[in-house]
Nanobody, 124 residues
Framework: QLQLVESGGGLVQPGGSLRLSCAAS????????IAWFRQAPGKEREGVSC???????NYADSAKGRFTISRDNAKNTVYLQMNSLKPEDTAVYYC??????????????????WGQGTQVTVSS
């Protein structure tokens, strides 16, 4: 059974950092593109970042320069390092997997497998 489990969310002050983890089971991440999405209250889910099978990455403008996606294939885990967090980063963060080949994009329709989400709250 393919499963993605996010962790690492929590409450952090503006300017702080968090590292989210997305652990996969039932399949090997080497053969999947992985993306992070987020959904704030009352808003649509939006793409944040992705990591392709080949190792290239892509970021939404809101994440560029602050967030870094990385993968540890040996641990079958993908990470999202988030620095300089802002209140507007508050959302439920989801990871998702796709068999997409080539350059990735954090576009929801391209991803087939989803985790349950982890809450990130940025507040003083």
């Amino acid at each position: 059974q393919l499963q993605l489990v996010e962790s690492g969310g929590g409450l952090v002050q503006p300017g702080g950092s968090l590292r989210l983890s997305c652990a996969a089971s039932g399949f090997t991440l080497d053969y999947y593109a992985i993306a992070w999405f987020r959904q704030a209250p009352g808003k649509e889910r939006e793409g944040v970042s992705c990591s392709s099978r080949g190792g290239s990455t892509n970021y939404a403008d809101s994440a560029k320069g602050r967030f870094t996606i990385s993968r540890d294939n040996a641990k079958n885990t993908v990470y999202l390092q988030m620095n300089s967090l802002k209140p507007e980063d508050t959302a439920v963060y989801y990871c998702a997997a796709s068999r997409l080949i080539g350059v990735c994009a954090p576009v929801e329709v391209q991803y087939n497998y989803w985790g349950q989400g982890t809450q990130v709250t940025v507040s003083s």
